[in-house]
C-alpha cells in the first residue's frame, strides 16, 4: 500500500516535517510510529477512531503501531484548543478512564503496543527534568506555538505550559527505547508534536519525523469533539448505533463526499464516481446512506449497521418499522401514581438530557427545551410542564432531540 499517496487521495494528510523522507521510509522498510490519547473522558470519540483509521493503514501495510496513553499528560492538561484550563481528573478517574481506552481501541487495532506514559512522566524527578530536557526547549519559542499562543491572553497557567515538553519527553524516551521515528496525530497537535521532533534531533542528533493528519470537519466547519462541544461517542451507551446512523445520514451535502473520502473503507473509485453523479437529491440521498452504513459498520460492527439503516429509514422515509429505535421502558413507578409523566422526566429516564458529566440532568432537559430542540412525535415541546398520557405512552411515542437524534418511549 502507498500510504501517503493514499492519504493524499482520501484529503487525510495535513503537515509533515519532510514528506519526501517519510513517503520513501515507509515504502521500503518497517517503520516504528506512535500516536497518543489523552484519557480526559470515559469513551473515546469519533476523532479518535480517525486516529484508529491512520493506525490501521500503517498495520495494514506492515508497520508497527505504539499507542500511548496518557495518565501523565492528563495530569497536566493540553491546552491546545481550550480557552480555559481543563477540570482536573483524579488519577483514580484517569486510571479507570484508561481501562474503557484499552477496550475500545481493542476493537479497532489489534496488536498495537499500548504505554502509558504516566510510567516514566509520574516517576522523573523535577530536577533531572529541567536538566535533562528543560534545557533543551527555547521559552521564546515556545510562545510562538498555536497551542500556546491563543490561551496567553485569557491566562495560561505554568502548569499547562509544561504539557509540550512533557509531550516532547513521550516522543524521546520511544525514540530511545522502542526505535520510534515518526510521530503521528491530528493536525491541531502540530506544535505540540513538534516538540519532541527538536529534541531529539538536539540531544541525539538524529532525524525523525512528525506526519499530521486533517481534523474531521462538523457540518458548521469546525473540529468535531469534546471541545467543540458537538462530540460522537464510541460507546454505545453514550452515542448508539442508530443515533451514529441518523447523525451522518443528516450530514451536510457539502460534506458527503469528504466523509467518505475520510471516514470509510469505500474504494476511492467508487467515491469519485459517486461525486461525479452528485446532481440531484436521489444520489445525494444514496451518499448519504452509503456514508452512514459505513461508519457505523465500522463502529459497531455489520449487524448493527443494519439494524439502525432499518430503522433509520423508516423514520427518513414515512415508514413504521421502528423496532430497531433506541427505547426506553418505563415502569408503572416512573409516574410515581399519577396518569402522566411530564417531558423534562422522559428527557432525564431515556438519557437524552445528559449534562457534561454524561449524567442525566432536569436542568439539562429544561435548556433543550428552552432552546426549541424536542419534539414528541410532531409536535415542539415548548413548556416545561409539558406532559404525557399513560395511555399514550402504552401506545409508543417517539421523541426527537434535534435533527438527528429519535428515541421510542414505551410501557
Request: proline share 2%.
Amino acid at each position: 500500500m502507498d500510504l501517503i499517496q493514499e492519504f493524499k487521495e482520501r484529503e487525510l494528510l495535513a503537515q509533515c516535517t519532510d514528506l519526501e523522507a517519510v513517503d520513501k521510509l515507509l515504502k521500503n522498510q518497517k517503520v516504528t510510529f506512535y500516536i497518543g490519547f489523552d484519557p480526559t473522558a470515559k469513551s473515546l470519540t469519533i476523532g479518535h477512531f480517525m486516529a484508529f483509521k491512520t493506525i490501521k493503514y500503517f498495520q495494514d501495510a506492515g508497520h508497527n503501531a505504539i499507542v500511548i496513553f496518557g495518565g501523565g499528560t492528563t495530569m497536566v492538561g493540553d491546552p491546545t484548543g481550550k480557552t480555559d484550563m481543563r477540570p482536573m481528573l483524579t488519577k483514580e478517574e484517569i486510571d479507570n478512564n484508561i481501562v474503557n481506552f484499552k477496550k475500545q481501541a481493542d476493537m479497532y487495532i489489534p496488536g498495537a503496543l499500548y504505554i502509558n506514559n504516566a510510567d516514566w512522566l509520574c516517576e522523573i524527578k523535577y530536577i533531572d527534568m529541567l536538566r535533562e530536557i528543560g534545557a533543551h526547549f527555547s521559552v521564546n519559542r515556545m510562545l510562538t506555538a498555536e497551542c500556546v499562543k491563543t490561551r496567553l491572553e485569557r491566562g495560561l497557567s505554568f502548569l499547562e505550559f509544561n504539557y509540550m515538553i512533557m509531550q516532547g519527553y513521550d516522543f524521546y524516551k520511544l525514540y530511545k527505547e522502542h526505535n520510534c521515528i515518526l510521530q503521528c496525530g491530528g493536525d491541531d497537535q502540530w506544535s505540540n508534536m513538534l516538540a519532541g521532533y527538536d529534541l531529539i534531533r538536539r540531544k541525539e542528533q538524529k532525524e525523525v519525523y512528525v506526519l499530521t493528519t486533517a481534523l474531521l470537519p462538523g457540518a458548521d466547519g469546525v473540529k468535531m469533539g469534546k471541545t467543540a462541544g458537538n462530540a460522537v461517542w464510541l460507546d454505545p451507551e453514550l452515542t448508539s448505533p442508530y443515533d451514529l446512523y441518523q447523525n451522518y445520514r443528516n450530514t451536510g451535502d457539502s460534506l458527503v463526499i469528504k466523509y467518505l473520502k475520510m471516514m470509510t473503507y469505500v474504494p476511492i473509485e467508487e467515491i469519485n464516481e459517486m461525486a461525479k453523479n452528485f446532481t440531484d437529491a436521489k444520489d445525494i440521498n444514496a451518499a448519504k446512506d452509503r456514508l452512514a452504513y459505513e461508519v457505523t459498520k465500522i463502529i459497531h460492527g455489520e449487524e448493527e449497521a443494519i439494524k439502525a439503516r432499518t430503522a433509520a429509514k423508516a423514520v427518513f422515509y414515512g415508514g413504521t418499522d421502528d423496532e430497531n429505535m433506541p427505547t426506553t421502558t418505563l415502569s408503572e413507578n416512573d409516574f410515581n401514581g399519577n396518569d402522566s409523566i411530564s417531558v423534562v422526566d422522559l428527557l432525564v429516564l431515556s438519557n437524552l438530557a445528559l449534562n457534561a458529566q454524561k449524567k442525566p440532568s432536569k436542568g439539562e432537559a429544561r435548556r433543550l427545551i428552552e432552546q426549541g430542540g424536542i419534539f414528541i412525535g410532531d409536535e415542539k415541546v415548548t413548556d416545561f410542564n409539558y406532559t404525557v398520557s399513560k395511555t399514550d405512552i402504552s401506545n409508543g411515542i417517539i421523541i426527537k432531540k434535534g435533527k438527528k437524534v429519535f428515541h421510542k418511549i414505551v410501557l
